[in-house]
Every structure is written in C-alpha cells, then in structure tokens.
Nanobody
Framework: QLVESGGGSVQAGGSLRLSCAVS????????MGWFRQPPGKEREGVAV????????RYADSVKGRFTLSQDDAKSTVYLQMNSLEPEDTAMYYC????????????????WGQGTQVTVS
C-alpha cells in the first residue's frame, strides 16, 4: 500500500512537499517513483529513487526544481517541489517497481491513489 499526501494549491514560484509512505519491505527493496498526470494528458514520470542502488533520476522538466529524499525510520519518500509553475499542475502519483527503476509507467506495478497539485 502506498499512501500519498501533501498536495494542494499554490501560486507560481511556490513550493510543496509530497510524501509517500510505504511498508518497510517495499521501501528497502523496491524502486520508488513519482509520476504525474496533467488534465487531458498522459501520465508521465517525474522522478525515481532506489535506495539500495543510491540511484535517482529526474525528468528534464523538473531538474533543478524538484528533489527526492527519504526517511528510513518512516519508510517514506518525499518529493520536494520548488519554483512551481502552472505547467506542474497535475495529479501526482507515488508508485513502486519491483524490477526496473526508470521513468516509465510500465515498469511500476503498484500505485497510490494520487494527490492533486494545482499551481496558479
């Protein structure tokens, strides 16, 4: 189970932090990712992290603005989003992959319910 929180409405240039809480096993063994789906568009990869491999990757559109972090004690992955733009408006989903760790929706078999981010 993946439980997201932290979405909301913010003005352009503002910041939000999304959280994704998972089981300890998932947190330590799986690749965790954030995806987003703007209104009327396809779901796209935003960032992925695999703690065991010390591996992270970001979509070009968010590099330098979004940052992944982890809290091992809480088995939680965070997505810090700074300098938000109206183009970042979307439903954001946390996901887990038992295999590959890429910015590809097809790699991820486990999904949260989504949290809305609106930038005006």
């Amino acid at each position: 189970q993946l439980v997201e929180s932290g979405g909301g409405s913010v003005q352009a240039g503002g910041s939000l932090r999304l959280s994704c809480a998972v089981s300890a096993y998932t947190y330590s063994s799986y690749c965790m990712g954030w995806f987003r789906q703007p209104p009327g568009k396809e779901r796209e990869g935003v960032a992925v992290i695999h703690s065991q491999g010390h591996y992270t990757r970001y979509a070009d559109s968010v590099k330098g603005r979004f940052t992944l972090s982890q809290d091992d004690a809480k088995s939680t992955v965070y997505l810090q989003m700074n300098s938000l733009e109206p183009e970042d408006t979307a439903m954001y989903y946390c996901a887990a992959s038992a295999s590959l760790c890429r910015l590809r929706r097809a790699d991820f078999g486990y999904w949260g319910q989504g949290t809305q981010v609106t930038v005006s």
